[in-house]
């Protein structure tokens, strides 16, 4: 399994940012994918979780202002992000659940500037 993160950068605060998540060795539709953000000397934080069936959940931190979303065909995951905050710079990673697997992205970089 593979998930190739890709879509982060630099942004001004109340900018907006797309994430994406593109799989391999595994069907997105299939499993559970998250988002998760770390910020530097913090824990990783969850952020955003979309399930096979396609229910939605996020962290009151991002409530209102990410979606997460897929697109089957391209077995990718995105996560849009709006009206940034500084506070939501960090690391994004994202992660696939399926059985007992437990697949990590390698983490694209998102920097927000006030």
């Known amino acids: 399994v593979q998930l190739q993160a890709s879509g982060g950068g630099l942004v001004q605060a109340g900018g907006s940012l797309r994430l994406s998540c593109a799989a391999s060795g595994t069907i997105v539709s299939s499993n559970a994918m998250y988002w998760y953000r770390q910020a530097p000397g913090k824990q990783r934080e969850l952020l955003a979780g979309?399930?096979?069936?396609?229910?939605?959940n996020y962290a009151d931190s991002v409530e209102g202002r990410f979606t997460i979303s897929r697109d089957n065909a391209k077995n990718t995951v995105y996560l849009q992000m709006n009206s940034l905050k500084p506070e939501d710079a960090g690391v994004y990673y994202c992660?696939?659940?399926?059985?007992?697997?437990?697949?990590w992205g390698q983490g694209t970089l998102v920097t927000v500037s006030s």
């Open positions: 992660n696939s659940r399926w059985g007992i697997r437990n697949d």
């Open positions: 979309i399930t096979s069936g396609g229910s939605t």
